[in-house]
């Protein structure tokens, strides 16, 4: 993929995080949390809102639900954008589902599939959830959904579509192995990440921010073998970051020739950039 021409003769884009949790929760523990109140101070949902979600939707909210729970004002529901960027979400009920087809016909499987547990269904839960008016989407679906979604988020505020944005993502942490019947085996994780993003311009000094780089820019040139970024990972950085700690910067390959980095506000200006692995 070749790599969009995203600055000529300006600052790269870049985005400020006002908000962020990260939620994991095993398999047998997603259940509970579908029905687990929302903490003081965010919304409620509607009664049984989760009760089809795909997994990864279901932490995804719990993630939107504590970032709005720290929040002194929530982000005006008319110009809020939502980004999810899952990571082979609904591959276990579509297994399940596969199965019971195979054994039962075409009665056993549920019409809650497509719209619960696609690739647009993380964005949709929460755009309805919270009653947003911006666009909605799914972006990504496998290995690179981080990166694919940050920059989703850039395309969208460099083009005016909202004033904010959540980007949530998901994943396994480690993919299920799966028996006869689409079941997984043992108690695979399920990981979230919620973000509240904001274009630089209306940051508030202090915050951590998002930074679309260049390779020409960076401390460590692009590289066709970099690994996945690991969620857990991104988000302790992102946590740092936030709370002003040493590290100054961290780096997310793309799929194409660029990187995004995630740095401090207040190192934001320093040189030269100390970057984590």
């Known amino acids: 993929m070749n790599a969009p021409p995203h600055s000529r003769g300006r600052a790269a884009p870049a985005c400020a995080i006002r908000g962020h949790a990260y939620v994991e929760a095993p398999f047998t523990g997603v259940a509970a949390l ?18 089809h979600c795909d997994e990864q939707t279901v932490v995804a909210v719990r993630g939107v639900l504590d970032v709005l729970a720290r929040l002194d004002e929530p982000p005006p529901p008319a110009s809020c954008g939502v980004v999810a960027a899952p990571c082979q979400a609904g591959r276990i009920v579509t297994a399940r589902s596969l199965s019971q087809l195979r054994t039962g016909g075409a009665v056993t499987v549920s019409p809650h599939i497509v719209p619960q547990c696609s690739l647009h269904s993380v964005a949709g839960a929460v755009s309805v959830a919270l009653g947003l008016h911006g666009p909605h989407l799914g972006i990504g679906g496998g290995p690179d959904a981080l990166a694919e ?4 988020v850039f395309s969208l505020f460099e083009g005016g579509a909202c004033t904010s944005c959540w980007l949530l993502l998901s994943d396994w942490e480690r993919e299920p192995a799966l028996d006869a019947a689409g079941g997984p085996l043992g108690d695979p994780l399920c990981r979230g990440l919620a973000l509240l993003l904001t274009p630089e311009s209306a940051a508030c000094p202090g915050a951590a921010r998002i930074v679309l780089a260049e390779p020409s820019g960076l401390v460590a040139p692009f590289s066709a073998d970099d690994e996945a970024v690991d969620l857990a990972a991104f988000s302790r950085v992102i946590g740092m970051c936030a709370a002003g700690a040493a590290l100054t910067a961290w780096g997310v390959p793309c799929p194409w020739p660029a990187r995004i ?6 190192a934001a200006s ?3 950039r100390r970057e984590a692995a």
Do not use: H, I, N, Y
């Open 34 to 51: 579908r029905d687990q109140p929302p903490p003081a101070g965010a919304p409620a949902l509607p009664t049984r809102f989760l009760r």
């Open 149 to 152: 979604g940050l920059f989703a």
């Open 270 to 272: 320093a040189a030269p």
């Open 261 to 266: 980095r995630v740095e401090s506000w207040s």
